[in-house]
């Protein structure tokens, strides 16, 4: 968390506050985590884009002031007791608030992505026609579990633990199988589960779990935890019609894992 979802509504949100506004300062206290930002004061925003989990301000002057929320960041439109950074515009203060630190942000120049690497190597967009089940096929052929493949953002870009576990919950895939084992309409299936999921998440607003560590920057709640099917269900009953089973969790990758075992068999 966040995940493409949350980041998108995010930006969504800001983008009417920031575009063709100058930014007069960027106030904080760990330079070692908000790299140069002292190059985005007196810049005017030009326009914002997301890529993957990554929010991207385009600045004038060739430079982008790239955030990464991590696990817990956010921006706010009012003043937040884990405010980290504040960004100050003509009309207002935008406020960035990251209760457990792991949130980073860089201005560079636009497109030398050399300072964060994952940028340079990044799948396509799940949304995009560059999202292709040819590309996705290819991206599958080895031998890593298939949830450790979704996570790593080269296959495609923006899946978290979230929307990896309802996507393989929806294509019925057990999220240990190895990728290259997947049949192409099991593939196909996958697919069109991440296209599904991402679509309605975005819709949603995101997610906020009980630890309420994601909100919009209006302070609003994102809804798609209404519609999980996998994830943080653990004991309960399977959603899927005509299956008896209940979500269990395992550890893929490091990280929790949701699925149901009825449904999503281990097997080939």
Known sequence: MPELPEVETTRRILEPYLLGQRIQQLRHQDPARYRNTERAEGRRVLGTSRRGKYLIIHLDKNLELIVHLGMTGGFRFEPH???????????RILYYTDPRRFGKWWVVKAGDYREIGLLERMGPEPLSDHFTLAHFQQALSTPRKIKEVLLAQEAVAGLGNIYA????????????????TLSLPEIRRLYRAIREVMERAVEAGGSTLSDQSYRQPNGQPGYFQFQHNAYDRTGQPCKRRGCKGRIAKIVVGGRGTHFCPQCQPDSL
Do not use: Q
């Open 81 to 91: 007791r884990h405010t980290r950074v504040t960004l100050h515009l003509p009309d």
């Open 165 to 180: 576990d309802e996507a393989l919950w929806l294509s019925k895939i057990h999220p240990e199988r190895p990728a290259h």
